[in-house]
């Protein structure tokens, strides 16, 4: 479903872009204005992220997110709301992002049922490893849900082959070690490692971790087909409020 999607995007534009939000942050009533703002600037995709008390992927901008989500009264049960009227208000598709342990504590076949029946496409669990998620994997594909595996630049190629043999819709590319919101160097050794995880599979790449002006978007265009921003929409937000969100995405394109 999502590989499809975003093949028939990229015949319109050279590189599609994808945001993210912690749902519940800094409410769920600014959640869907941030969510209606991103559509409306022309994001193609979306990660929902449901907060969790140790992100551990996740660098200090969306940890923050996350601990003042959950402080605020954000729960599964709120965020699958939230996420299914989000995925009947806007026509793009929508992923959650979350760690493995809401999955296992909601139970990983339940949690993906609520998915399918709450129109999300896919997920990423960025703590979850492809060789433990047989049950995750399975379970989507039971319901033609996307499962989104990750490559990290420490990834050797042969694994890279092996977890995409487990994955749809596309690859997320972590574009250097650590967690989210760091600066990330957009040169040469980041260009060997994209042309290597093309090589590694036929699906779409995504580019996370670091993304966060127009200048970065353009170096990853012709070496990835979807810029992943997070972390710069959350300080923009924190700084300017939810309203500076929309002019921000347009400078991206």
Known sequence: MLEGYIHDQLKQRDILLMTHIV??????EAS????AAMVDAGVDLMELQIPFSE???DGPVILAANQRALERGATVAKCIDFARDAAARFDIPFLFMS?????????????????????????IVPDLPPEEGGDYIAAMAGRNLDPIHIYAPTTPLERMKRIADVSRGFIYCVARKGVTGAETDFSTDLEYYLA???????????????VKSRADIDFLRGKADIAVVGSETIRLMDREGTGAVAAFIRTLR
């Open 23 to 28: 749902m519940g942050y800094p409410s769920f």
């Open 32 to 35: 869907l204005e941030i969510v």
């Open 55 to 57: 992100p551990i992927a």
């Open 99 to 123: 760690y493995y342990n809401i999955l296992y504590r909601y139970g990983v076949a339940r949690f993906v049922d609520m998915m399918a029946d709450s129109r999300i496409q896919g997920a």
């Open 196 to 210: 290597r995880c093309r090589q590694a599979t036929q699906l779409p790449l995504a580019v996370g971790f670091g």
